[in-house]
């Protein structure tokens, strides 16, 4: 009876995976597509009704967007954004909401494996884009 050498086991080393990289960055103003103005038909928002009915300002959402490379294939995440927004709101309004779309998508960026270096902690102004 012959004792046969014992098995080796053979496992492959993990491939090393290179980081996701980002591509570019969006911040969009974009319509409401579902606009729910029922809160104007509160007494005291009278005028405010007067004034959405008239088309002097409308409801807009923003959401942050990203273009990154994972793997080699090219995707698109996004914030869950923020709708219901009259447009004619104060600028320093839309910048909170622009900080917090960018934050929550700035995080899921570094969650995916895109280096930190590459997500800057503020919004750049020449990422904001109005499609209105």
């Known amino acids: 009876m012959s004792h046969a050498p014992p098995r080796r086991r053979v496992v492959a080393a993990?491939?090393?995976k290179a980081p996701a990289e980002l591509r570019s960055v969006r911040i969009l103003i974009t319509a409401d597509e579902y606009p729910d103005a029922s809160y104007l038909e509160q007494d005291e928002f009278e005028e405010r009704l007067d004034a959405y009915e008239r088309g002097d300002f409308s409801l807009v959402g923003v959401r942050?967007?990203?273009?990154?490379?994972?793997e080699g294939i090219a995707q698109t995440l996004k914030s869950s954004g923020l709708y219901g927004?009259?447009?004619d709101s104060e600028q320093?309004?839309?910048d909170e909401v622009f900080d917090q779309e960018w934050s929550q998508l700035r995080s899921v960026l570094k969650t995916v494996g895109v280096p930190t270096e590459q997500?800057?902690?503020?919004?750049?102004l020449g990422w904001i884009e109005r499609r209105i």
């Open 119 to 124: 997500l800057p902690l503020e919004v750049d």
């Open 64 to 70: 942050a967007e990203a273009e990154v490379t994972i």
């Open 14 to 16: 993990p491939a090393h």
């Open 92 to 94: 320093e309004y839309f």
């Open 85 to 87: 927004i009259e447009s």
